[in-house]
């Protein structure tokens, strides 16, 4: 028991700052860079993220250990998987869309690309191909949107601070954005050292 969580902790620090999805594996960089000009939005995007990652993760686990695996039709997870995040994305955006109006106008566009941020797949894939349980899949996937959300506010907050800064004319917008997001990775590495 005691090992098991001590594993799960491991996941859970690896996944979120060590091998942070946007800035190590650069999965998801759409909404990554999209989404992030304010953090109210920002801090929005990485909730309707995590829930989305963490369900998917969840539930594609158990499918794949469920039903794909015992049937033998193992070769179908990726299409499996797609139509699952599709369904939770669009689950998510009634939701928001019914209870949150101002959250699902400040999304726009970016909420509908949850559905092919490719982090959303390549972590309930990853998940597969390391044999995670359903625990394990759960808990990298929390995680791993843990760490989108950590970053995403960490980039908007940077944003919104660089408005008020004389930044030269052919920096201006997305340059100086991919700049900043090209420091806070090389400031994630700094992580590496804690597993």
Do not use: H, W
């Amino acid at each position: 028991m005691l090992e098991t969580v001590k594993e799960l902790l491991i996941l859970l620090i690896g996944s979120s700052l060590v091998s942070n999805v946007v800035l190590s594996q650069f999965l998801g960089l759409c909404p990554f860079l999209g989404v992030s000009k304010k953090v109210e939005t920002a801090v929005g995007m990485g909730s309707a993220v995590i829930f989305v990652i963490t369900l998917a993760s969840t539930v594609t686990a158990a499918i794949y250990q469920f039903m794909l695996v015992p049937l033998n039709i193992t070769y179908l997870q990726t299409i499996v998987f797609i139509l699952v995040i599709v369904a939770l994305v669009q689950f998510v955006e009634m939701f928001l869309k019914k209870y949150m109006q101002g959250l699902y106008q400040a999304l726009g566009v970016y909420l509908p690309l949850i559905t092919t941020n490719c982090a959303v797949l390549g972590i309930a894939l990853t998940n597969v191909q390391k044999e995670y349980g359903i625990l394990f899949s759960m808990v990298s996937g929390f995680s791993t949107a843990a760490g989108f959300l950590v970053a995403i506010v960490i980039l908007a907050g940077i944003r919104e601070k660089m408005a008020y800064n004389d930044i030269p004319e052919s920096f201006k917008g997305m340059p100086i954005t991919l700049v900043t997001a090209g420091l806070m990775a090389i400031a994630f590495c700094g992580f590496s050292g804690l597993l």
